[in-house]
């Protein structure tokens, strides 16, 4: 039975263009999308991202698609944000795992063409497992950044499935030089970059100063990059019956974070330390912290379904130091059974690495940044918990993801022009 979805999305025009980094395609403002069967049938301007989430009904907040990357008619990534600048959130949400569509065009990676003498951030190990459930979750976030704050955030997202393309490596590890891969993997990245820049000519940049007193310039905003883990060697936040952590990486290794990170330069909350009025310490793991933020709301919501623990971050003011909790059998099943040494704490990848500038290509210690974070959600958050479906769990995750941003935004930048969120108590700097 034929059934239509009209989708209308409203964007700017663009003009295709050619370069060295791949095709570029550019779609129109209007879209009607039909679905018979599992046969999708697309016109001009069609957004799989805006059509599968056609009932939140998002088109009243002014949320369009900005650009997007496309092969054979395909949409293979978009980034989506305000109609109006004016309407922006200081915040760019990017789902690069979170991909399900696995199109012939694009040949599969596979481990004996994963190059070797590869150094560095997104070098690290071959995967072609997706983090499940990440798009909607991020696209709930925005949905809750609407909700919460009357603002749209910027939404990075890639349709590709990961055993297509990786985007949290290098492009050599990413694309496996696939012409159309690569295409996509820098379209996801230069769509980033777009959104930063964007962010920065709302609220602009502040300047702080280094303990070295080297100064640093940065816009007024914060870059999630959102992904998921299904175990790395059995995570538990405390004992067997409860739930894994929510790691959230700053590019700081668990050995690093054994000690206090007030001198440490390589985190990509640099900018936000320079400020007079927080340390790295606070940011990362205090009063201040994402991790902190984030629990405190997320208990808060009726849909956090009663578990004391879930929610709990790696790093934050409850667990500081994730190199001891990464040995700890109380929270790690493999050291409890003595089946390794330790468990893994995500400390970040390539796109919060090379984001952290707004010249991605071309990082400068003394160029323009952008306080950057990666999340890691366990499967129990993306999937739904003790019969519990993801709807259910996804609405307390969002909504905590952003108020927890914000807030962190609003308080560190003193931006006087976003008004309080929904609950004002939550959202304040005393969490």
């Known amino acids: 039975m034929l059934r239509l979805l009209f989708v209308l999305v409203s964007a700017f025009a663009f003009t295709p263009s050619e370069s060295q980094w791949g095709r570029r395609e550019f779609v129109s403002a209007t879209a009607t999308m039909a679905i018979a069967s599992n046969k999708i049938v697309r016109e001009k301007g069609y957004s799989p991202t805006l059509a599968k989430f056609s009932s939140l009904s998002l088109n009243k907040a002014g949320l369009v698609v900005i650009d997007q990357y496309t092969h054979n008619g395909d949409v293979l990534v978009e980034i989506l944000g305000p109609k109006n600048i004016e309407d922006a959130a200081p915040l760019v ?15 599969t990676r596979t481990e004996d063409k994963h190059p070797v ?13 997706s983090d499940a459930n990440t798009d909607e979750l991020g696209f709930a976030t925005v949905s809750a950044t609407i909700d919460n704050w009357n603002l749209v955030p910027y939404f990075v997202i890639n349709h590709l499935h990961r055993s297509k393309v990786d985007m949290n490596r290098y492009i050599d590890v990413a694309a496996q030089g696939n012409p159309i891969a690569e295409g996509a993997w820098n379209a996801f990245h230069d769509f980033i970059s777009q959104a930063q820049v964007k962010v920065k000519q709302k609220f602009g940049t502040v300047t702080g100063r280094l303990k070295n007193g080297r100064f640093v310039e940065g816009v007024k905003g914060l870059l999630i990059d959102l992904h998921g883990y299904a175990g790395a060697n059995d995570w538990r936040s405390g004992g067997n019956d409860d739930l894994p952590f929510i790691h959230w990486g700053y590019n700081m290794e668990d050995s690093l974070l054994d000690n206090r ?18 340390d790295l310490e606070s940011l990362v793991r205090g009063e201040n912290s994402l991790g902190t933020r984030f629990y405190n709301v997320f208990q808060s919501h009726p849909n956090s379904t009663g578990y004391p623990k879930i929610g709990l971050g790696l790093p934050s003011k ?59 959600l366990p499967r129990p958050l993306r999937s739904g918990i003790d019969g519990h479906d993801k709807a259910f769990v996804h609405d307390a995750c969002a909504y905590a993801l952003s108020i927890s941003a914000i807030s962190l935004v609003k308080d560190v930048f003193h931006i006087d022009s976003i008004a309080s969120a929904v609950n004002d108590d939550i959202c304040s700097s005393n969490l």
Not at 93 to 107: A, L, Q, W
Not at 343 to 364: A, M, Q, V
């Open 93 to 107: 949400i990017s789902v690069g795992h979170g991909g399900r569509f696995k199109p012939k065009y694009v040949p």
């Open 117 to 129: 003498g590869i150094q560095g951030a997104g070098s690290n190990g071959f995967a072609t497992v």
């Open 261 to 278: 990170v007030d001198d440490i330069a390589n985190s990509t909350l640099t900018h936000m330390s320079s400020l007079p009025e927080y």
């Open 318 to 376: 409850e667990f500081p130091n994730p190199y001891a909790t990464t040995m700890d059998p109380i929270y790690c099943g493999a050291v409890r059974d003595d089946t390794c040494k330790r468990c893994k704490y995500f400390s970040g990848g390539f796109t919060i690495i090379y984001h952290e500038y707004l010249d991605w290509r071309r990082p400068n210690i003394d160029g323009v940044r952008m306080n950057t974070v990666q999340i890691e």
